[in-house]
T-cell receptor
């Protein structure tokens, strides 16, 4: 069965600093991987996704993520954080199974210090 | 206009009451989902539907029911609400390719 862990419940960074949010997954085959962002009072918005090919994927708002099969990880990065990036971030793993479900991690809450 | 809309956005109700949360979409997707979000637990799947005649239970379907009235409409009902159903509820649509999902703005439900 698929599972997702996000080791950091909450992270605080200063505006302009770099950011890395960790995500580890468990799945027996090549997974489909997603990062979503949830701003306060909003629904989830897709930041980026990995299905195959280049393991470094670019997303919206200047985010990128790297798929590392050997480490079962899909960490999200941004070189310089803006105050508007403060939000909840969810990693998710999906697979083309008969159930076609997507499993979400518990989320990482990001605070940005001006 | 939003592609996935949910009504109501906020609802306060009492234990034992019947509640319906509605979801509509203009994305033309056949797949629709209902999730609940609780702090520290992420999103958990309640029910999902791959087309109008296909309804499937998710991991936490007890106490909930759904109705797929049309391709564009998917409603979630709580037949007899209880306090531990207090949560943020999200509707989503999905593409058949890689199961990419698109979320509504959420409904915050409080059961007193």
């Amino acid at each position: 069965a698929q599972s997702v862990t996000q080791p950091d419940i909450h992270i605080t960074v200063s505006e302009g600093a770099s950011l890395e949010l960790r995500c580890n997954y468990s799945y027996g085959a090549t997974p489909y991987l997603f990062w979503y962002v949830q701003s306060p009072g909003q629904g989830l918005q897709l930041l980026l996704k990995y299905f195959s090919g280049d393991t470094l994927v670019q997303g919206i708002k200047g985010f990128e993520a790297e798929f590392k099969r050997s480490q079962s990880s899909f960490n999200l990065r941004k070189p310089s954080v803006h105050w508007s990036d403060a939000a909840e971030y969810f990693c998710a793993v999906g697979a083309e199974t008969s159930y076609d479900k997507v499993i979400f991690g518990p989320g990482t809450s990001l605070s940005v210090i001006p | 206009d939003a592609d996935v809309t949910q009504t109501p956005r906020n609802r306060i109700t009492k234990t034992g009451k019947r509640i319906m949360l509605e979801c509509s979409q203009t994305k033309g997707h056949d797949r629709m989902y209902w999730y609940r979000q609780d702090p520290g637990l992420g999103l958990r799947l309640i029910y999902y539907s791959f087309d109008v005649k296909d309804i499937n239970k998710g991991e936490i379907s007890d106490g909930y029911s759904v109705s797929r009235q049309a391709q564009a409409k998917f409603s979630l009902s709580l037949e007899s609400a209880i306090p531990n159903q207090t949560a943020l509820y999200f509707c989503a649509t999905g593409t058949p390719a890689y199961n990419e999902q698109f979320f509504g703005p959420g409904t915050r439900l409080t059961v007193l």
